[in-house]
């Protein structure tokens, strides 16, 4: 008996030394990642920015684990051949056809939507008093009826009750919102033409269609034709190109490619001799060209590594805090002025020979980083936009015109 518990006091010295040095190695990996959340944990003023911290800080440590992507092939593995549809406690299920939908379970929702409707009144009222028009854009999910297959007993997180509470409030403060399902759902395409199986993101050809349906409604609701020669919202106007097996998106990333495999990328552009200019503030970078040249980063096309980063960053980095893009050969084109996600990158590329300039903030990025208010009110835009992903209908993308006690509702 004495010499079994001697087996396992060694065993179990063996497991921490082995989990100290781990720990030791992986810190000393990881130290500059560890110094810039320290650094951004010193900004943190409110409850909403430490949650949000402690979410940048478990992915940020999830990603920069000593062999994190060994850990999760594994598992992933083990997950397939065991036959389970959900992958680590609900974050995601898995359809018949491999594509991945965020779990019920593993999401937390609020229910201040009136309050955002009132942030989204307060915007329009500052935006036409300066003369110009708002327009609330609202892309699908994956959950589409009509299109997507997945068993709705199944617990998937299903954003369309919320979308259209949000909707029909928008309709009664008499907002202009342009709900992109419908057009997505008759556009006849299957879902995994839409919709990436390892991505939560649409894809160039959702996003292109979704841009034609934005000109229809602006020529249908103010009599202005940003395409009157129906030129760069006809996809026959447009050049591709076919990536095989290049896409891995963030679910896929966090699933591992064992058990989600990999997306087909369609890249798509339109066929116009202008010249544009890219403004990356956040980075301090600027891209000067032809469409290609100036708002498509061929760096991304050319890499492999699939586990840092995705091709469909080739559209503006996906997403930055703010930028802008100047449509040197269209002066007299009209200006946008966005609050938007990443779901907008590729819709402002397909708009931009349309435009003479489209001006964009990441509304959800911390607030005190950007004054969205200050953003609205020195723009000289002709439309402001504000677009949303339906799981971002949250606190988090309306810091802007928040009510005050002063103010009430009013």
């Known amino acids: 008996m004495k010499r079994f518990f001697l087996k396992k006091y060694f065993f179990a010295a063996l497991f921490l030394i082995f989990l100290l040095g781990f720990s030791v190695l992986n810190a000393f990996s990881c130290a500059d990642v560890w110094a810039g959340l320290r650094k951004e944990l010193m900004d943190v003023e409110t409850v909403e920015m430490l949650e949000a911290w402690m979410q940048e800080a478990e992915a940020k440590s999830a990603e920069e684990t000593l062999g994190n992507i060994r850990f999760i092939e594994t598992y992933g593995f083990m997950q397939k051949i065991l036959g389970k549809r959900e992958f680590n406690h609900f974050s995601y299920i898995r359809d018949d056809n491999g594509m991945l939908y965020y779990g019920a379970l593993a999401d937390t929702v609020d229910d201040d939507l009136d309050e955002y409707a009132g942030n989204v009144r307060r915007l329009k009222d500052v935006v036409e008093k300066k003369g110009a028009k708002l327009i609330v854009v609202l892309p699908p999910s994956k959950v589409l009826y009509g299109v997507s297959d997945v068993n709705r007993e199944w617990p998937i997180n299903d954003p369309n009750a919320r979308m259209d509470k949000f909707l029909n409030l928008m309709m009664k403060n008499g907002v202009f919102a342009v709900d992109m399902r419908l057009p997505i759902t008759k556009s006849g395409e299957k879902l995994e033409d839409l919709f990436f199986k390892t991505d939560h993101h649409w894809t160039p050809l959702a996003a292109f269609l979704a841009t034609k349906e934005l000109v229809k409604q602006v020529e249908k609701q103010y009599g202005e034709q940003w395409d009157p020669e129906g030129r760069y919202t006809d996809l026959s106007n447009c050049q591709t190109k076919f990536y095989l097996q290049r896409m891995l998106g963030s679910q896929g990333r966090n699933a591992g490619v064992i058990y989600s495999g990999m997306d087909d990328y369609l890249l798509i552009w339109p066929k116009c001799d202008m010249e544009f200019t890219w403004y990356n503030y956040e980075r301090g970078r600027e891209q000067t060209g032809d469409f290609r040249e100036a708002l498509f980063d061929q760096r991304v096309l050319k890499s492999e590594d699939i586990y840092n ?102």
């Open 309 to 410: 980063g995705s091709i469909n960053m080739v559209y503006l980095d996906e997403v930055t805090t703010h930028d802008k893009i100047v449509n040197h050969s269209n002066p007299n084109g009209p200006k946008l002025a966005v609050l938007r996600d990443s779901y907008f990158s590729p819709m402002a590329c397909f708009l931009a020979p349309m435009c003479s300039e489209i001006e964009m903030v990441w509304n959800r990025t911390a607030h005190n980083d950007m004054d969205f208010e200050k953003f609205v009110e020195e723009s000289d835009a002709d439309y402001v936009i504000l677009e949303i992903y339906p799981y971002n209908l949250n606190e988090g993308s309306f810091y802007f015109y928040q009510k005050t006690v002063e103010q009430g509702d009013a």
